[in-house]
């Protein structure tokens, strides 16, 4: 079965509240931070309701999942402090992650900041090298996580992931995250070369190493740099590239894990996609969601069709002029996805829904009419 899920809180009850909010999801795996990314305050291992999270995963049929270091640790600094907060907190959540009992925590990097890149990865060789020895009680895999690319970020390429591995002595505890919009930000051809991509990857890195694979969407084209994700089929990828990722033969196995945003009017009634963009990726949306909701998609097929509007070509000259005409930017910055809502109902296309069941048909209509066929 398709190991495929998302980025579901820790907060509360922690592995318990993960697990419940996975299930609401359709979700075959999951990830989770084990407190907040950005500081290094933990709940003890004991509230952290392990055995009730793992009956309740075991209940919906979730096994492997993961964990992801926090944003605050930087191995590549070159500032003492920083990095040996690095090095220590590291240890720490790896412990953690042990005891909670997942084998691989997805760790970005570093940055080399006010360095070059030739620090950097030496730097976080170091880094890693001392982690790694001071963890030798846990079974616990550092996946290094695929880069876009964004200031000194790095891991931007596989080159650089290739040379900090090289360097560090039980890299057989080295895995490697790929995240689809990192890798299509820094430049890889993830539409028409997939194979290829993969092939580069396998000869540099091997992709016996990938563990986990990052599925989101992209507000940028190709080689841009930035790291901003997008709705599965509302960014430059698009749902048909995202859907032959999952689907690749030479992933098969791994957890896709799912870090698409938040979409919503307002920040009280934000909610994730992630139910809708699971059973669109896995195949299941007929058996998830029901006839009634495939109608409401061939109607928003019927009526874009009308108004010719194509999904791809609609969301890429989107992102394309608020990325270039800031003029344009200024009068109107709403994401397509918020335009194409908008459309919906200012024309009354899906009267008494609610905004997340529009956006969830919206998804749904970003994947084209084999949705309607293969449900």
Avoid at 287 to 292: A, K, Y
Avoid at 305 to 331: H, M, Q
Wanted: overall charge negative; charged content about 25%; aromatic content about 8%.
């Amino acid at each position: 079965m398709l190991k495929i899920g998302s980025h579901v809180s820790f907060s509360s009850k922690g592995l318990l509240t993960a697990a419940q909010e996975a299930a609401t999801y359709g979700s075959s795996s999951f990830m989770i931070y084990t407190g907040a990314p950005q500081n290094t305050r933990r709940k003890p291992m004991d509230e952290l309701y392990i055995n009730e999270g793992k009956e309740a995963m075991q209940a919906s049929g979730i096994e492997e999942i993961v964990v992801h270091a926090p944003y605050i640790i930087n191995l590549g600094s070159y500032k003492d402090a920083t990095y040996k907060l690095a090095v220590d907190f590291l240890q720490e959540e790896m412990r953690r992650t042990h005891h909670i009992g997942v084998r691989n925590i997805v760790l970005h990097p570093g940055a080399y900041t006010d360095k070059d890149v030739d620090y950097g990865i030496n730097r976080i060789a170091e880094g890693l090298n001392e982690v790694l020895n001071g963890t030798k009680e846990t079974d616990v895999n550092i996946a290094l996580e695929t880069m876009a690319g964004k200031g000194t970020e790095v891991g931007r390429s596989f080159e650089e992931l290739a040379r900090i591995i090289e360097k560090v002595d039980q890299n057989d505890r080295l895995t490697v995250c790929m995240d689809t919009c990192h890798m299509h930000d820094s430049g890889y051809d993830l539409i028409h070369d997939l194979d290829g991509v993969l092939k580069q990857f396998d000869d540099l890195v091997g992709l016996n190493r990938v563990a986990v694979v990052h599925v989101n969407d992209t507000k940028n084209p190709r080689g841009a740099g930035k790291d901003r994700h997008a709705p599965i089929g509302a960014g430059w990828l698009g749902h048909e590239a995202l859907h032959a990722i999952v689907h690749h033969e030479l992933l098969a196995g791994r957890p896709f894990i799912l870090e698409t945003p938040w979409i919503g009017k307002e920040a009280k009634t934000q909610r994730p996609m992630y139910e809708a963009e699971i059973a669109l990726l896995r195949g299941n949306v007929q058996e998830r969601f029901g006839d009634e909701f495939l109608g409401h998609v061939e109607r928003l097929h019927h009526f874009f069709e009308k108004e010719g509007i194509d999904p791809r070509s609609y969301v890429i000259n989107s992102w394309d002029t608020l990325k270039n005409d800031a003029k344009a930017k200024k009068a109107d910055p709403r994401e397509p996805m918020e335009r194409l809502y908008d459309l919906v109902v200012e024309n009354d296309v899906l009267p008494d829904l609610s905004e997340e069941a529009i956006n969830q048909r919206l998804t749904a209509w970003f994947a084209g009419k084999s949705v309607l066929v293969n449900a």
